[in-house]
Structure formats: C-alpha cells, structure tokens
C-alpha cells in the first residue's frame, strides 16, 4: 500500500505508544539523541517521515502483519482481515484493539479487498466523530475514553477496567516476544554475514596469491624470451662474419692457385675458368651450376664487409646486378675498385651475356 495510507496509520497511534513503537522499530530521527514522551509532540512528525523511508517501511509492515489473529474481548481468536467494518468499529470503540493496529493490519496485506475495508472504517468513523482526520479522530477518542474512565469508576467498573489493563499487560507481552524472535533472526543473520564475508576475504587474497604466481611466470619466460632473440641475433651476426671469411679464404685460395698454375697453363695450352664476384644474389642455379665462370655470390649484407677487408680485389670481375644492390652500394663498389666490373639491369641480360663468351 502507498505511503499516504500508511501516513495516516502512523498518524492514529498515541503519542505514549508512538514512543514505545519507535523504540521498538529503531527509528532514529536526526538532532534527537532519544525520543521520550517529553518531546514527542516536536519530534511526532519528523519520527513518521523517517518511519516511511522504504527501509524502515517494509519492517513495519511486517510487524503489523503478524498481528491479524486478535483476540475479541470474550477471550476468542479471531482474524481481523475477516471481520466486518461494524465489527471493527465496535473493537476499536470498546478499547480492545487499537486503531492503527486494525489499519496496520488491513494495509498490511497482499488483497485489495482489505485496503478497501480500511477505506471504510476510516471514511465510518470520520462521519461519526465529526472528525476531519484520522488523526483528529486519535484525540478525540483519546479524550473520550480519559473521560469515561474519570467517570466509571464504581467497584464493578474498576474490575472491567483491570481486565482491560491485563489484557494490555499480554498485548505487550506478545509484542516482546515477536520483538526477541526478530533481535533473535537478526543476530543469526549477522553473523551468517560475518561468516561469508570472511570466506569471501580469504578466497579473494588466494586468488590474488594465484595471479602474483602467475604474473612472476610470465615475467620469468618473458626474461628467457628476450635472452634467447639475444642470443638468436648475436649468432646471426657470426654467421655473416664466417661467411665473409669463408668468401675471403676462397678468394686467397684462388689467387694462390691461379699464380701456381700460370706456367704449366702455359705449357699445356689450357685455360683456367674465371671467378667472378656475384653481387646481388639471383637465386638461380645457373650460378650455382656454372663451372666456367664461376661465381661467388654476395647479398646485400655481405657487401659492407667486403668492401673493407678488400675481398673483391681478389677476383677476375665483378658483376653488379643492378635491381638487387641499392644505387650507393653500387657507387661505393665502383669507387673502390678498378678491377673489370660489369653491371646488369636484370637477370636475362647476364644470362644472355654469358652466353656470348663475354
């Protein structure tokens, strides 16, 4: 039900019992240390506001569903949703069930039904107290009853009146007791609380153990990654060395052979095959296969090393194939070097120029 409805059931309570529910409903209201009956008429209408808040609403609602069953004033059960709206009066006017508790128990349920019998009572009563609101109707009834007690209190009356006061007393007695059960529930359930969320600590620093582990292996095979591209390049730079060493060898080893066998090549009329420095590796086997000349291939991250251990001044000719040698590296080796060199633009033109005998 809506706030407005429940506004006017927190309205009808006595400002006595309004304390002694707030108390019991842990309502706090800000710049009141402790509601008391001495300022319960300055604190009354900021108490109800806070009372409202959806917090605090949904526990009052609950508290005044468990007080459907009732008993009438025979000492009988009875359900307060199922009586009629003269019946309810009658409860309500003989002092047996407080008003905000028959209003607190009809808004308090799921059927509409009950709401509209709450309408009912409330628009009833109105009429026949001459009361504009639900809370006028509380002080007029409040003062009713002060004065029919003033005014009954012959020895027959005073009994009727401590009945009334005993039956009080057990109200407030049952009241205790739905209070203990709560307090009871609540501590069961804050401690359930404390239980989980230390499972949950504990389970959350074994999962950041876990990922520290992690993240200190990743970190480990990241070290030994980079250790072996290390160690990768610095073996690559030593194979270029060794090949231009091995270039450089082959080249001593043929101009030795050549000086060795100038005499006898005279002498017999044969003809050495030539050794031509390939600069710019085609990847063809015609150089590969070719007996006469025969080529020494150099790639482009060769051609440094040799240009300054004077490599290419141990062979016949040097040939530059052009669109594979950058135009400086070209330069470079034609500046250097006074031997025969001979330069092409693609492969077919060198294939071609073998041919012809050179």
């Given at each position: 039900?809506?706030?407005e409805?429940w ?9 006595g019992?309004?304390v ?21 008429q ?5 108490a109800?506001?806070?009372?409202l808040?959806?917090?605090?609403l ?8 468990t007080?459907?069953h009732k008993?009438?004033p025979?000492?009988k059960d009875i ?7 003269e019946?309810?009066?009658?409860l ?7 008003l ?6 009809l808004?308090?349920?799921e059927e509409?039904?009950?709401?509209l019998k ?10 026949e107290h001459?009361?504009?609101s ?15 007690v ?7 009356e005073?009994l009727?009146?401590e ?28 401690n ?8 949950w600590?504990k389970e ?5 153990q876990?990922?520290g582990?992690?993240?200190?292996n990743?970190?480990?095979?990241n ?18 060395t060794?090949k231009a060493?091995?270039s ?5 080893m ?8 100038v ?9 050495n ?6 600069v710019?590796d ?11 000349p025969?080529f ?13 251990k ?5 062979f016949?000719?040097?040939?530059i ?17 006074n031997?025969?060199i ?6 077919p ?6 041919k012809?005998?050179r």
């Amino acid at each position: 039900m809506g706030r407005e409805a429940w506004k006017k059931v927190l309205g009808s309570i006595p400002d006595g019992e309004l304390v002694d529910l707030i108390d019991i409903w842990k309502i706090q209201v800000k710049g009141f240390r402790q509601i008391t009956k001495d300022n319960i008429q300055t604190v009354r209408s900021m108490a109800i506001l806070e009372a409202l808040k959806p917090k605090n609403l949904n526990m009052i609602k609950h508290f005044y569903d468990t007080f459907h069953h009732k008993e009438n004033p025979d000492g009988k059960d009875i359900n307060l949703r199922e009586e009629s709206v003269e019946s309810l009066k009658q409860l309500y006017g003989e002092c047996s069930v407080d008003l905000h508790i028959i209003l607190g128990v009809l808004y308090s349920s799921e059927e509409k039904l009950h709401h509209l019998k709450a309408r009912k009572l409330e628009d009833s009563l109105l009429e026949e107290h001459g009361a504009n609101s639900i809370s006028e109707l509380n002080v007029t009834n409040k003062n009713a009853s002060s004065e029919q007690v003033q005014l009954t209190l012959e020895p027959d009356e005073e009994l009727e009146w401590e009945k009334k006061k005993r039956k009080s007393e057990e109200k407030n007695e049952k009241l205790q007791k739905t209070i203990d059960k709560w307090e009871k529930q609540y501590t069961e359930l804050k401690n359930k609380y404390k239980e989980e969320k230390q499972q949950w600590a504990k389970e959350r620093a074994q999962l950041q153990q876990d990922l520290g582990r992690e993240k200190s292996n990743v970190s480990g095979v990241n070290e030994k990654l980079a250790l072996a591209e290390g160690e990768t390049g610095r073996l690559n730079e030593k194979i270029q060395t060794l090949k231009a060493e091995i270039s450089h060898l082959n080249a001593l080893m043929l101009s030795s052979n050549t000086k060795v066998d100038v005499e006898p090549a005279k002498d017999q009329g044969a003809k050495n095959p030539s050794h031509i420095a390939l600069v710019g590796d085609p990847k063809n086997k015609l150089t590969v296969e070719s007996e006469d000349p025969i080529f020494h291939v150099f790639g482009p991250k060769d051609i440094n090393e040799a240009l300054e251990k004077n490599v290419f001044q141990d062979f016949d000719e040097v040939w530059i194939m052009c669109y594979l040698v950058p135009p400086q590296m070209k330069k470079k080796i034609k500046k250097i070097h006074n031997q025969k060199i001979v330069e092409f633009m693609d492969f077919p033109s060198m294939k071609s120029y073998i041919k012809k005998g050179r």
